[in-house]
């Protein structure tokens, strides 16, 4: 905690101000200004930059995420607050950018960070946040509304971009050239919401999560559906809005298991699902299936090598955890809540392999 002491006003005599930090009260910060020395610009510009010493040393003291459960290391990002971000197991912020809408992001094994800047460009930056590569969506369907909810780097090196509006799949190399180009199957065209997370697979398929059609489709490289899902409406009447209260099948992201089965993340369903390749539920979490943990609008989902479940829980308001991990039996082993540093638009979860 930093204290900042003045001995006496600025006209009578000596101003002693230090900062301390820690329960020690450890000095971090020293500065004294005989009168003698001192004029008017000296006192405004030696006070300001204490000030600045101060306002940096709080806050990267300060703790980020709640966490219940063994701590985890993660990679963040939230539109309301505006920032994506790596945070240590003990709360430590480990880096950090600025951004605006957000829905994907990934931490590349090279220690770059490949993101969205708004709706239509995707960037890859270097931790000291130099941009190495750049797509925009926007220019290259000028004149078109176009917004991307999803990409993802491929083993090639080229990268997979989803577009909502022209409703296709592109990868695109380190030049900018197409090389490859899926059209989508679109029942209710919305250049919002065409798409969520889409996620290219081990056999060459894509596997898209299409929010407005309400279904998950895995397409081929030629264009063909080879497989789809419509997510359930479990006999529930749709209603409009964002949080608990409201209700739809508007799915926000799938990922194919090693057995084949596909886990979903059913957007304003408020629910996860594993579906089998015959389409039977196996598998599933409702919206009030937690105990003291009520789910919105449930984002990535992920199983992760332990065999327990990740599901980020957006729009559920500060009562409630961004992050949960969920055992097979459906027990809550680590939660994750911050809603100082983040917001109630907390959709890129990821727990990280620890670096100590």
């Known amino acids: 905690m930093g204290i900042f002491?003045?001995?006496?006003s600025l006209q009578r005599g000596p101003i002693d101000f230090r900062l301390?930090?820690?329960?020690?009260s450890q000095s971090m910060a020293m500065a004294c200004l005989p009168p003698q020395e001192m004029n008017p610009m000296t006192i405004f510009f030696r006070l300001t930059s204490f000030i600045a010493v101060a306002f940096t040393a709080s806050l990267s003291s300060q703790a980020f995420g709640d966490q219940t459960g063994a701590a985890r290391r993660v990679f963040v990002a939230d539109s309301d607050k505006r920032r994506?971000?790596?945070v240590a197991e003990d709360g430590k912020l480990e880096w950090?950018?600025?951004v605006g809408a957000i829905h994907?992001?990934?931490?590349?094994p090279n220690g770059n960070i490949l993101y969205q800047q708004g709706w239509t460009k995707v960037v890859e930056i270097t931790p000291a946040k130099d941009v190495v590569w750049e797509y925009d969506a926007a220019k290259a369907n000028e004149g078109k509304r176009v917004e991307v909810h999803a990409f993802q780097r491929l083993e090639n090196g080229n990268t997979m971009i989803a577009e909502s509006g022209p409703a296709r799949i592109i990868e695109v190399d380190k030049n900018g050239k197409i090389t490859n180009e899926v059209k989508l199957k679109i029942d209710k065209p919305n250049a919002h919401s065409d798409t969520r997370l889409v996620r290219k697979l081990a056999n060459g398929n894509y596997l898209v999560a299409q929010e407005s059609d309400g279904f998950v489709r895995e397409y081929d490289q030629a264009g063909k559906i080879v497989w789809e899902y419509e997510v359930p409406l479990f006999g529930k009447a749709r209603k409009g809005g964002h949080g608990p209260e409201a209700f739809g099948n508007s799915v926000f992201s799938a990922t194919r298991l090693a057995n084949g089965n596909t886990l979903i993340g059913?957007?304003?369903g408020h629910s996860v699902l594993e579906v089998t390749p015959s389409k039977e539920i196996v598998w599933k979490i409702e919206q009030n299936d937690l105990p003291g943990i009520t789910l919105a609008w449930v984002t990535r989902v992920e199983r992760l090598a332990n065999g327990n479940t990740l599901v980020g829980n957006c729009h559920a308001g500060p009562s409630n955890p961004q992050m949960i991990e969920v055992t097979p039996d459906k027990k809550v082993v680590w939660t994750w809540t911050d809603f100082n540093n983040f917001g109630n638009s907390t959709t890129v979860v990821e727990i990280l392999a620890s670096k100590k």
Do not use: T
């Open 5 to 8: 002491r003045l001995g006496e």
């Open 20 to 24: 301390y930090h820690g329960p020690s």
């Open 84 to 86: 994506l971000a790596i």
């Open 96 to 98: 950090e950018v600025k």
């Open 104 to 108: 994907d992001a990934h931490l590349l």
């Open 266 to 268: 059913a957007g304003n």
